[in-house]
T-cell receptor, first 111, second 113 residues
Framework: SQQGEEDPQALSIQEGENATMNCSYK?????LQWYRQNSGRGLVHLIL?????REKHSGRLRVTLDTSKKSSSLLITASRAADTASYFC???????????FGKGTTLSVSS | DADVTQTPRNRITKTGKRIMLECSQT?????MYWYRQDPGLGLRLIYY???????NKGEISDGYSVSRQAQAKFSLSLESAIPNQTALYFC????????????FGSGTQLSVL
């Protein structure tokens, strides 16, 4: 079974709205990362948050991590049509181990 | 030019055929990975290599093999392809100094008939 599970599986919003995606995982982690995929293309790294961090920002992205609940959230503020993509969380269980990905959330932003 | 290059981009083959997917990188990273993506299942790890002499199985290695020919090259082979190996395959790289941030190739869409 997979380490990470994103919720919701699909999300549809209007331009200008905020989009929130959640990721839950099963075991303790060293870090958690979020990736974006456009239309079956290669994934692109968005942000990394370490197990001793609680929140990180990058532009319109805000990521939180709650290790007690084994969960993370990705917030995209003021969404644009160009944000339409699939978003995946990935966890590094121990330092130096390979990332394990979740199933992803598909975000559709309509103008 | 892409930093992580996968060839071919698309491949159609028949059941029982041997097929090789190739990955090369110009990023100078020591770590390379093969993932498989199926609709609704996300990405699953097939094999990974942390240096030229290191090969590790991932969660779904059965039916696959890999070769790390050089630091820059990591190939994935299907010895006898079967239809449920139809999927989108991604190669990725990372640098041990980079906190395991992955850089992905554009993918190979493989169809096994």
């Amino acid at each position: 079974s997979q380490q990470g599970e994103e919720d919701p599986q699909a999300l549809s919003i209007q331009e200008g709205e905020n989009a929130t995606m959640n990721c839950s995982y099963k075991t303790s982690i060293n870090n958690l990362q979020w990736y974006r995929q456009n239309s079956g293309r290669g994934l692109v790294h968005l942000i990394l948050i370490r197990s001793n961090e609680r929140e990180k920002h990058s532009g319109r992205l805000r990521v939180t991590l709650d290790t007690s609940k084994k969960s993370s959230s990705l917030l995209i503020t003021a969404s644009r049509a160009a944000d339409t993509a699939s978003y995946f969380c990935a966890t590094e269980i121990q330092a130096g181990t390979a990332l394990i990905f979740g199933k992803g959330t598909t975000l559709s932003v309509s103008s | 030019d892409a930093d992580v290059t996968q060839t071919p981009r698309n491949r159609i083959t028949k059941t029982g055929k041997r097929i090789m997917l190739e990955c090369s990188q110009t990023k100078g990273h020591d770590r390379m990975y093969w993932y498989r993506q199926d609709p609704g299942l996300g990405l699953r790890l097939i094999y990974y290599s942390f240096d030229v002499k290191d090969i590790n199985k991932g969660e779904i290695s059965d039916g696959y093999s890999v070769s790390r020919q050089a630091q820059a090259k990591f190939s994935l082979s299907l010895e006898s392809a079967i239809p449920n190996q139809t999927a989108l395959y991604f190669c990725a790289t990372s640098d041990r100094q980079g906190g395991e941030k992955l850089f992905f190739g554009s993918g190979t869409q493989l169809s096994v008939l």
